[in-house]
Structures are given as structure tokens and as C-alpha cells.
């Protein structure tokens, strides 16, 4: 196999890595960047616990080349609190009790970011929406929805 070298910006960091034509960009997260947030849960794009956005577009890492991240903007959740400081939305999963087991959290969190960037003011229905591609097997989406509109209030200043 070829092997293929890719230039990109993972979490405002400029980052070059080398991998083979067919690995996934999940892989190239986990096995060669060392970014172990993403969870691969499935495989086949069902589960959302891989979810990163590549030019802020939400997509499923496990169905992602990682040479596609070839001068792309990649996000993951390590990238989203700000050193020590988390943000609005990993502290308002904490406040209400949005996780249990937390291996779908960061596919969740990463999902609900990427939606406050798109609409700050969303509705309930919105978020169950947009969330509908991550699957959680511990805990019920109330009090996921419950935290992503609290900081999405917090965020607006609410």
C-alpha cells in the first residue's frame, strides 16, 4: 500500500501526518495524531460517537479518508475547551447530568457545538434534530437537551 503525506489544521494547529490511501481520518485521529476523544462505536457512520466537523461541516470520522483532511480545518473535541477552561456546553453537560458512561459524550458535545454555531437560539425540537445521529445507551436525551439549551443560553448571554 501507498502511503499518502497530508498537510491540515487540526484544532487551529497545523499538522502533518502520513497514512495509508484507505485509512480512515477516525484512525488517523486516534493511531497517529493521538486525539483518542473520538470514539469509533460503529463503524459505519450510525453511532455519531466519532463526530468532528471538517471545515465546519459535522461529519462521522469513521466515514472520513484522513487524506481528505488534505488542507481542511479539522475540530475535534479536544479542541473545544480553551486549556483549562471548558466550555459552555462540557460544563452545562456536568451541571445536568448529561453523561453517564461519557463514550458517546464527545461525539454529543462536538455535535451540540457545532449546532449553537449554526443556530445560537435553537429549539428543543432543533436540538433532538440535530443530535438524532448520536446515540446514547445510558442515559435519556432530556438532559442532554436540557444542557445544550443552557449553554446555548449562557453563550447568548441569557
Keep these: 500500500m501507498s502511503t499518502i503525506h497530508v498537510s491540515t489544521t487540526i484544532n487551529g ?3 502533518d501526518f502520513v497514512c495509508e490511501h484507505d485509512e480512515t481520518l477516525l484512525d488517523v485521529l486516534r493511531n497517529r495524531i493521538g486525539l483518542t476523544g473520538s470514539k469509533e462505536g460503529c463503524s459505519s457512520g450510525d453511532c455519531g460517537a466519532c463526530s468532528v466537523t471538517v471545515n465546519g461541516r459535522l461529519v462521522c470520522s469513521c466515514l472520513v479518508l484522513g487524506a481528505e483532511a ?5 475540530h ?3 479542541g473545544m475547551a480553551d486549556g483549562p477552561t471548558l466550555h459552555p456546553l462540557q ?3 456536568i451541571e445536568h447530568a448529561a453523561l453517564q458512561c461519557g463514550f458517546c459524550t464527545p461525539g454529543i458535545l462536538v455535535a451540540a457545538e ?3 454555531k449554526e443556530k445560537p437560539e435553537p429549539t428543543d425540537e432543533e436540538v ?3 443530535l438524532a445521529g448520536n446515540l446514547c445507551r ?3 436525551y432530556d438532559k442532554i437537551v436540557r444542557a445544550v439549551q443552557a449553554a446555548a443560553a449562557e453563550m447568548r448571554g441569557v
Design 13 to 15: 494547529a497545523p499538522t
Design 70 to 74: 488534505q488542507d481542511a480545518e479539522v
Design 76 to 78: 475535534t473535541i479536544e
Design 91 to 93: 460544563k452545562a453537560f
Design 114 to 116: 457545532a449546532l449553537l
Design 128 to 130: 433532538r434534530y440535530w
Design 138 to 140: 445510558c442515559t435519556g
